[in-house]
């Protein structure tokens, strides 16, 4: 709906406020570039898997469709690098080359955590390189789609150091996260019943993304939330 002027007889004007205008509408689009390098080929992996029954190398295969296309995408279209997309797409050729390592049922087992050591390392050098990985998940979330808080974001980006360690902080939670649930998932599938780490390495899996969640909460999107509210409130005018 367009913003709408309808003069009175006073000669005042009164401006209609838009109703179709939301902050969530607004935020949707920004969610997409981490639906489409994470979530898409993940959860393509495990919907062909178990779902449709295709054995680990072909759901690999075919999972590995989305990121490819969007690495090679961003290399030649956008000259810049997509990197989620081209973590995933090596996660998967990890993945590949350790499906096809066969007979031991406990290196069976042991050879799932490569996927998190991957990606775990993948967002440990993101973050010595400057350029924390787990921002493009983070960001959406904190400034939901708002023109003020994602402003603010950029300033505070660019010149608070407060800020930029809590958005490496973040990453660092993540990787050091998922290589503990690697390391506790290699331990596991050698010291313990192979029928007990095959549910066993779920629960390590899931266990690991709920602490990533609440310790990167509590060291950096707590103190970020604020830094941000701070920001766009000192930028606020006051009436005269």
């Known amino acids: 709906m367009s913003i709408t002027a309808i003069e009175t007889s006073t000669g005042a004007t009164t401006v209609e406020?838009?109703?179709?205008?939301?902050?969530?509408?607004?935020?949707?689009?920004?969610?997409?570039?981490?639906?489409?390098?994470v979530a898409v080929p993940v959860g393509s992996y495990y919907l062909l898997k178990n779902g449709f029954g295709m054995s680990t190398m072909a759901a690999l295969g075919w999972s590995s469709v989305v990121p490819a296309v969007r690495t090679v995408w961003?290399?030649?279209?956008?000259?810049?690098a997509n990197a989620l997309a081209g973590l995933i797409l090596f996660v998967n050729v990890v993945g590949l080359a350790l499906s096809l390592?066969?007979?031991?049922?406990?290196?069976?087992?042991?050879?799932?955590?490569?996927?998190?050591?991957?990606?775990?390392?993948?967002?440990?050098?993101?973050?010595?390189?400057?350029?924390?990985?787990?921002t493009a998940g983070m960001k959406p979330f904190l400034v939901k789609g708002d023109a003020a808080k994602s402003a603010a974001w950029d300033r505070l980006a660019a010149g608070s150091p407060r800020f930029r360690k809590a958005e490496r902080t973040f990453s660092l939670v993540w990787g050091v996260a998922l290589l503990g649930e690697c390391v506790a998932r290699v331990v596991g599938a050698?010291?313990?019943?192979?029928?007990?780490?095959?549910?066993?390495?779920?629960?390590?899996?899931?266990?690991?993304?709920?602490?990533?969640?609440?310790?990167?909460?509590?060291?950096?999107?707590?103190?970020?939330?604020?830094?941000?509210?701070?920001?766009?409130?000192?930028t606020v005018q006051p009436k005269s």
């Open 101 to 134: 390592v066969a007979g031991d049922p406990r290196l069976m087992l042991a050879k799932d955590s490569g996927v998190s050591s991957a990606v775990g390392i993948g967002i440990l050098v993101s973050v010595k390189l400057g350029r924390p990985m787990m």
């Open 190 to 234: 050698y010291t313990l019943p192979v029928d007990t780490m095959v549910w066993l390495g779920t629960v390590v899996m899931v266990g690991a993304i709920a602490v990533a969640i609440l310790v990167g909460g509590r060291l950096a999107v707590v103190p970020m939330e604020k830094l941000l509210e701070n920001e766009v409130a000192g």
């Open 17 to 37: 406020a838009p109703a179709a205008t939301s902050a969530d509408a607004a935020a949707r689009p920004s969610f997409l570039p981490l639906i489409l390098d």
């Open 74 to 80: 961003g290399a030649v279209k956008e000259r810049k």
